[in-house]
Each structure stands twice: as structure tokens, then as C-alpha cells.
């Protein structure tokens, strides 16, 4: 038997539990952010959806305010330093205030040790580890002004683990677990909180692409969501209800964690990563 899936998001009724708070959500057009942009804008806070691809990421705006929320969309490559102290500063000149920023961004292409450039590399820590730094670095100080703040860097199992062919993915998502705890500590007496969310295995569309790339196909898949200790695939709501967990003051205390929600599948190695 499967564990169930979480509450619809696009069913729930407006709540307010991140009400009055400014959030910037990057890679906010699809998957785990366009859920988390969603979730904190049903439940109050002023949305920033954060992306390099303008159409989905204006859908993603659009269906935050047609649900009743407020929200604007802002392309951004976090790839590119002056793009994300643009969103930051452009966030605090619209609303006046930063209050919540999740870092989900990423790429993941696969390479192994030996299939790994410089410029790959480079690519990768860029988008990876690079983008979120820069967003850090700018939204801290603002976060200070306003009181303090919530920041939550959405990184990987296979940044304490790693995987063969994904040594650079890897490497970097293992550096945003550092950045976050050497952040979270350095200030946390100002009232900024840093946690690192490692999400499920999602089976995205992109994620089909990949596997489809490695010689996986629908009936494999199917086997080894079957295979986890869960019963299933995550889906983006599960790592959503936990930004907004972290987002929201009921978190007040929780710093520097690491917040798992695979459902077990770490617990298990077997289970079956792609």
C-alpha cells in the first residue's frame, strides 16, 4: 500500500500562514517551486516567481493571483550574478521588504568523473551553488532590516552522498549544505534562519527525459516508485508543505537542519535512483 498523496494544493482553501511576508521563489515556473510559489501565496505572503523561462513562469504568477493571491513574476538566471542582485533589489523596491527566499534553481545533467569539463563544471556550479550564494549574500542584509527572515536551499540526498554520474551535481548541492550551515550560524541572532530541504524523486517531465536518455522507460519507472519505502514517487507538494514550514514562524527555532521529505527512500539504498 502507497502512503497517500498530500492535500491539493490548488484545492486549499486561503489561509494565512505566512500572511504579510515577501517571498522570492526561484525556479518558481515548474515542478517543486511553481508548488511552493503557490502554497505561500495561498497562504499569504507576497510571491516572486524567479525563472529563466518568462511563459511558465508568468503562468505561475497568473495562477497565484487567480487564486486570490498576490504575486509578480520576474525573469532571472541565477547563473548570472547581476540577475539575482536584480530580483533581490527589485523584490524590496516593489514590496519594501524580503522575508523569504527559497533557493530550488538547479540543473542536473549527467556526467561522470571523467565526462566532467571545466566549462560542465563550471555550468553546473554556476546555476547550482553560485546562483545561491549571490541570492544569499543579497538577501540577508535585507532580512536583517526587516527583522529577520527564512531561507531555505533546496538541495539533494546526493549532496551527502553523491552519485557516480552526477559528480559535479553533486559536489555542488554538498557546498549549498555548507553555505547553508555557515550562514545559519553566523546569524542566527539576527533572526535569519537557513535550512536545507532534500526533496523525493519527482518524476518531472525533464526527469522522464533523463531517464529516457539512460534506457529507462515508463515500465521501469513504475517498478522502482513501487520499490520505495513510501509505495510511491514524491510528488512537488510533498517538498512544498515543508517551504512553508520552514517559511512560515511555526519553524521559528529550526536552523540549520537538514529536512528530508523522500518519504524513506534514503533509508533504503536499493530502492533505485536513476
Not at 11 to 16: S, Y
Not at 77 to 94: I, K, N, P, W, Y
Not at 124 to 147: K, S
Request: charged share 20%; proline share 4%.
Amino acid at each position: 500500500m502507497a502512503v497517500p498523496l498530500p492535500p491539493s494544493i490548488a484545492e486549499r482553501p486561503r489561509g494565512d500562514r505566512v500572511a504579510g511576508k515577501v517571498a522570492i521563489v526561484t525556479g518558481a515556473n515548474a515542478g517543486i517551486g511553481r508548488a511552493a510559489a503557490e502554497l505561500l501565496g495561498r497562504e499569504g505572503a507576497k510571491v516572486v516567481v524567479a525563472s529563466r523561462t518568462a511563459a511558465s513562469g508568468e503562468e505561475t504568477a497568473r495562477a497565484i493571483r487567480d487564486a486570490g493571491g498576490e504575486a509578480i513574476y520576474r525573469r532571472t538566471d541565477v547563473s548570472q550574478e547581476q540577475s539575482c542582485v536584480d530580483l533581490v533589489a527589485e523584490t524590496v523596491g516593489r514590496f519594501g521588504r524580503l522575508d523569504v527566499l527559497v533557493n530550488n534553481a538547479a540543473i542536473y545533467p549527467r556526467a561522470s568523473l571523467g565526462e566532467t569539463t571545466i566549462e560542465f563544471w563550471r555550468e553546473i556550479m554556476a546555476t547550482n551553488l553560485e546562483g545561491p550564494f549571490v541570492l544569499c549574500r543579497e538577501a540577508v542584509p535585507r532580512m536583517i532590516e526587516g527583522g529577520g527572515g527564512s531561507i531555505v536551499n533546496v538541495g539533494s540526498f546526493n549532496g551527502l552522498a553523491g552519485a557516480a554520474n552526477l559528480v559535479a551535481y553533486s559536489v555542488a548541492k554538498g557546498g549549498l549544505l555548507t553555505l547553508t550551515r555557515n550562514i545559519a550560524g553566523a546569524h542566527a541572532r539576527q533572526n535569519v534562519r537557513v535550512n536545507y530541504l532534500i526533496p523525493g524523486w519527482n518524476i518531472t517531465e525533464t526527469e522522464k527525459v533523463v531517464q529516457a536518455r539512460e534506457g529507462h522507460d515508463a515500465a521501469w519507472l513504475a517498478e522502482v516508485g513501487v520499490r520505495q519505502p513510501g509505495g510511491r514517487f514524491s510528488v512537488p507538494a510533498d517538498a512544498a508543505y515543508a517551504i512553508l514550514w520552514l517559511a512560515s514562524d511555526e519553524s521559528i527555532f529550526v536552523n540549520g537542519a537538514i529536512v528530508n521529505t523522500d518519504g524513506g527512500s534514503s533509508t533504503l539504498p536499493n530502492a533505485g535512483r536513476g
